[in-house]
C-alpha cells in the first residue's frame, strides 16, 4: 500500500513529494540483519536518492520517502518458487 502526496507551484510544476509505503517485508523475515532501523530498503527501491538502478531518477525539489513495515503474526513470507 502506498501513500502519495504532492504539492504543485502556480504553473502546477510539481514542488514537493511525499511517499508513504506499507507492506510486508520479505527481509524481515529472510534477513533481518539487513534491516536499518526496522526498515526495509528494498520497499523503497525506485525512490533511492543515491545513483544505480533503484535511483529516483526525477528532480523534486523537497521530497521524502518512508516504510512502515506491518507483518501478520505467525506467517512466515517467502519468495515464490518451483521447488515450494
Do not use: H, K
Not at 526525477?58 to 515464490?80: N, Q
Request: hydrophobic share 40%.
Amino acid at each position: 500500500m502506498c501513500r502519495m502526496s504532492a504539492g504543485l507551484d502556480a504553473n502546477g510544476a510539481l514542488t514537493a513529494l511525499q511517499i508513504r509505503v506499507s507492506g510486508q517485508s520479505i527481509d524481515a523475515f529472510v534477513s533481518p540483519q539487513s534491516l536499518v532501523a526496522g526498515n526495509d530498503g528494498r520497499q523503497l527501491q525506485g525512490f533511492w536518492v543515491e545513483p544505480g538502478e533503484a535511483q529516483m531518477g526525477y528532480t523534486v525539489p523537497t521530497w521524502s520517502a518512508s516504510t512502515r513495515r506491518w507483518c501478520a503474526p505467525r506467517v512466515p513470507i517467502r519468495w515464490p518458487s518451483a521447488a515450494s
